[in-house]
């Protein structure tokens, strides 16, 4: 779902010309958790304006040269960076530390599953015996789950049913 709220974002920003971008600077404004980032595209730069006519060098983004005083000309067409259409695009801002790692969901077992496990577990006496692991594979495979699932219901219930 952010995936699809950033490509929205992208896609809106994409869509903002230069003209309507500060036409309507406020309305624009970079969402919270989004940071607002200039980048120039195609070079708009008319070679031929004194004939009176429209040519472009078909530079399509402007390139930043490592250099840093010619730093503003373009790398690719050797224009200003102000020749190039600017575009207001929006990154989103994601801290690493408030990535947080998704908590393992909990099984959940039906009752006619519960049952048939508290049988069986009954008849391991709630342990996980050595010599019964091929008793306990069979079961695990019967019941479709894993032997670890098992193992961890379990566990987590012995407690329960030492308390009977
Ligand atoms: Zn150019």
Known sequence: MIAFHVALYLFKSLTITNAEYTASTSAYMAPTGFEE????????HNHVASLNRVSYDGCHEFI????????LLCDACGCHRNF??????YIPIMPLNTVKPKRKKRTVFTAEQ??????????????????????IERF?????????????????????????
């Open 84 to 89: 190039h259409r600017k575009q207001t695009i």
């Open 37 to 44: 980032v200039a980048v120039y595209k195609e070079c708009r």
């Open 140 to 164: 695990c495979m019967e019941m479709g789950m894993s032997r670890r699932m098992f193992i961890v219901w379990l566990n987590n219930n012995r407690r329960r049913s030492n308390d009977h």
């Open 114 to 135: 519960r049952d048939r496990m508290t049988r069986f577990a009954e008849t391991l006496g709630w342990r996980v015996q050595k010599g019964k692991s091929d008793e």
């Open 64 to 71: 930043e040269r490592n250099n840093g005083e010619e730093a």
